[in-house]
């Protein structure tokens, strides 16, 4: 293995943006770093709390603060960006366009990929916590095209 120069840190390929919370995270949670087998680095995006995010759409102010974050971790190293909040799907294409390594925001994006494994008449089930805020317009996040899915949201 060849070893460049240009990082003070080295062998986090993974970079993850969090939320700016405060809760609990065990051992599997994304936000604990004890859940992979290899080092992870994270990035705080201040001012994004929960509430900003998890509505009917993340608040738009918030992309800026987000693409700058994501752009620290690509300078810092990453070869990969995810998120901690699948709410974050709506910023999907300006956060991979804004960098020049793939990014993640949200488990939603394995969806298109799923409804075309799946055969006509089927649909994909997903668990949230907060249903009755995902809409169309986090699926168009990740799909880049309107979706044609009856979206049903069971409390």
């Known amino acids: ?42 990035k705080i995006v201040r001012g994004a709390h929960a509430t900003r995010i998890m509505g009917d759409q993340p608040d738009p102010t918030l992309i800026e603060p987000f693409i700058a974050a994501a752009r620290e971790l690509e300078a810092d190293g990453v070869k990969a960006i995810t998120t901690t909040c699948g709410f974050l799907a ?44 995902m809409n169309e317009g986090h699926f168009r996040g990740v799909a880049g095209r309107r979706t044609r899915s009856r979206f049903r949201s069971r409390a």
């Open 90 to 133: 709506p910023f999907q294409k300006q956060l991979a366009a804004a960098v020049n390594i793939p990014v993640f925001t949200s488990s939603l994006i394995q969806a298109p990929l799923i409804h075309a494994m799946l055969p006509p008449g089927k649909v994909i089930g997903i668990f949230t916590e907060r249903g009755h805020h």
């Open 1 to 42: 293995m060849k070893l460049r120069g240009g990082f003070t840190n080295y062998g986090e390929t993974i970079g993850i943006l969090m939320l700016d919370t405060r809760f609990p995270r065990p051992r599997g949670d994304i936000g604990n770093a004890l859940s992979y087998d290899f080092p992870v680095r994270y």
